[in-house]
């Protein structure tokens, strides 16, 4: 199974990337990522066989940190890839801190995961014009009180994401 841990916007949190993703889509076109998939990855794994699912729930139940806020403030696009996000011009040190609390857990287990340097950000638009400019967009403040385990399913449509587990923060 295909799985990552990730933090899961609430009501008020989608309702915002959604705004933000109906902007940057008006101007730069592209393909809008599904309202109900809008995440913010933690640690992507990729495929994992489906025994080592108790070992990732565990690892995630042993998890513990604060909860914490932070501010999605850079509405940009790659060009690289042409993916329009909402991300962040820091990176607070409790969201750090948490996804090195889950690759640690991962590393103990010998799971491997994807490893390059953490970028948090929410993917809005794929196959955007970026060379179309960004809109300026307020800030998102986005407060942390837990995060989750999903499985994806690739499917012609796109995507479908199953969450696995919920772990609160303290």
């Known amino acids: 199974m295909r799985v990552f ?14 705004e933000a993703q109906s902007a940057v889509h008006g ?4 393909r809008r990522m599904r309202t109900e ?3 913010l990855t933690l640690v992507f794994i990729g495929d994992v066989a489906c025994e080592r699912l108790p070992d990732l729930l565990r690892t995630a139940g042993n998890v513990r940190t604060a909860a914490f806020e932070f501010s999605l403030d850079l509405l940009e696009c790659w060009r690289r890839n042409r ?16 996804v090195t609390r889950i690759e640690s857990g991962l590393m103990a287990l010998q799971i ?11 993917t809005l638009v794929r196959n955007s014009d970026c060379a ?12 942390v009180r837990d995060f989750v385990l999903v499985r994806s399913s690739l499917r012609p449509e796109g995507a479908r994401y199953e969450q696995l587990g919920r772990w609160p923060l303290l």
């Open 83 to 98: 993916i329009a996000h909402l991300g962040a011009s820091v990176t607070p040190g409790p969201l750090s801190g948490l």
């Open 132 to 143: 179309k400019g960004n809109p300026a967009w307020p800030p998102v403040t986005w407060p």
């Open 37 to 39: 998939t809008l995440h």
């Open 27 to 30: 101007l730069a076109g592209g």
């Open 112 to 122: 491997p995961f994807d490893q390059r340097p953490y970028v948090p950000h929410v």
């Open 5 to 18: 841990f990730a933090l899961w916007p609430d009501d008020n949190i989608r309702q915002a990337l959604v």
